[in-house]
C-alpha cells in the first residue's frame, strides 16, 4: 500500500517508489536514481542528485536574499546544456547565450587565473565547415537592436585554412567594410584586394595626413595626396591644426619623373 507519514497522501511513497513530498522543505536530498520534480524544493543545505534530476513547467533556480547561486565545486566535470538558450539577466534569450543589464553591468569578463604558462584567456571562434569564403566568426555592434554601427569578422580564404581579417563602420546609412587584413598581412583601406604592407584607395583624390605633434600652433601637420590636379600625380601638402585651411602645395611629383617645388 505504500508509506504514509502522519496518514493521507501529502507525505506519501507508493509501491512504485514514487514519493510525494508537497510543500516540504527538504534539508539534504540525496538520491542515485531519476529524481522528477512537478512542484517546488526548497534546498537549505544540500541537493545531491547522481542520477537525473526534470524540473516540469517553467522552473526556477534561485536563492533568496541575493546571495550567490554556485554550480559545481573544484571536483565537478562539465557542466553541460542539451538545449535551448541561457539568458543572463533576460527571460527571453535570443541566442544560445543572451547576456542583457543596466548601468553598466552588462558584459562578459574573462579572468586567468593559473601563476604560469603564457596563453592567458582566450575567445575562439570555430566554424567547423571549413570552407572557401565561409565566415569563421564575427562581432557585431549595435546602437539599439535594429541598428549596426560597426562590426569585426574574419572569413576563411580560398584554401579554407587561411583567414581574412574585416572591419565594418556604419556612417549612418549603411554598414559597409572599411578596412581589411588579407591572408597575407596587407592592410587594405578602400579595397579588398590589398597589394602592399599597406594598400589605400579611394575614388576622389586620397591622401594621407602625417602629424608632428611636437611641433606649435599650425606647423605640424603634413599632407601626401595623389591625383589632386592631375591624374597620377603626388602632391605633398602643408595645412592647418584644423586639416582644412590655409592649404600649400610644397612639391608635386608628376607621373612622367619631373619634380615641381612651391
Do not use: C
Amino acid at each position: 500500500a505504500g508509506i504514509s507519514v502522519g496518514g493521507g497522501t501529502t507525505y506519501y511513497i507508493n509501491t512504485s517508489g514514487v514519493a510525494n513530498l508537497a510543500g516540504t522543505t527538504v534539508s539534504a536530498l540525496t538520491n542515485s536514481g531519476a529524481t522528477t520534480l512537478t512542484g517546488a524544493l526548497t534546498a537549505q543545505s544540500t541537493a545531491s542528485v547522481s542520477g537525473a534530476l526534470t524540473l516540469y513547467g517553467t522552473p526556477t533556480i534561485a536563492t533568496t536574499a541575493k546571495q550567490s547561486l554556485t554550480l559545481g565545486d573544484a571536483n565537478t566535470g562539465n557542466i553541460i546544456f542539451s538545449g535551448g538558450n541561457v539568458g543572463i539577466g533576460t527571460t527571453g534569450p535570443g541566442a544560445k547565450l543572451d547576456v542583457s543589464g543596466t548601468n553598466n553591468t552588462n558584459g562578459i569578463k574573462i579572468t586567468e587565473l593559473a601563476t604560469t604558462g603564457t596563453r592567458g584567456t582566450y575567445l575562439d571562434f570555430i566554424n567547423t565547415n571549413n570552407g572557401n569564403a565561409d565566415s569563421a566568426g564575427s562581432m557585431r555592434f549595435y546602437a539599439n537592436t535594429t541598428t549596426q554601427v560597426a562590426g569585426i569578422d574574419s572569413i576563411t580564404g580560398t584554401t579554407g585554412a587561411s583567414g581574412v581579417l574585416r572591419f565594418f563602420t556604419n556612417p549612418g546609412s549603411s554598414i559597409a567594410e572599411r578596412m581589411r587584413i588579407d591572408i597575407n598581412g596587407n592592410v587594405g583601406i578602400g579595397t579588398t584586394g590589398p597589394q602592399s604592407k599597406l594598400h589605400i584607395s579611394d575614388a576622389v583624390a586620397p591622401f594621407v595626413i602625417i602629424e608632428d605633434k611636437d611641433e606649435g600652433t599650425n606647423n605640424k601637420v603634413w599632407r601626401l595626396r595623389t591625383g589632386l590636379t592631375t591624374a597620377g600625380d603626388i602632391n605633398l601638402q602643408k595645412i592647418d591644426d584644423d586639416y582644412a585651411s590655409n592649404i600649400v602645395n610644397v612639391m608635386t611629383w608628376q607621373r612622367g619623373g619631373n619634380v615641381g617645388i612651391g
